[in-house]
């Protein structure tokens, strides 16, 4: 379990999200911006996740889930992409941070 955690944390931190919400915040959507979305979501659903981490991961999940659907139209509302963008890369940086620490403690690394 330990490594399917790790991989896919890895996968999450190095997506872009930051990159992503950044430029959606100036008010241009990145051509994989949703494709990322819905790629992060899956991962998050199906990787194995410690009992401690399941519920923030699936909430993570729920944010990016929500940011997919917004973007997934022709004309996506700014406004919906923008509040979306904003509470899927804050739940990236909570989930991402207790993750780590959950994973360090268990290895024993003192930060």
Do not use: C
Not at 85 to 90: D, L, M, Q, R, T
């Amino acid at each position: 379990m330990r490594l399917s955690t790790i991989a896919a944390l890895n996968i999450l931190d190095n997506a872009g999200l930051h990159d992503i919400d950044g430029s959606i915040q100036q008010g241009t959507i990145p051509p994989a911006a949703q494709t990322t979305a819905s790629h992060l979501q899956t991962v998050l659903m199906r990787t194995p996740w410690p009992a401690e981490l399941k519920s923030q991961a699936l909430k993570l999940a729920g944010l990016l889930g929500t940011l997919a659907s917004v973007l997934n139209t022709d004309t996506p509302d700014m406004n919906k992409v923008k509040d979306a963008s904003g509470y899927a890369h804050a739940g990236w940086h909570e989930f991402s941070t207790q993750a780590w620490s959950y994973l360090s403690d268990r290895a024993g690394v003192k930060n």
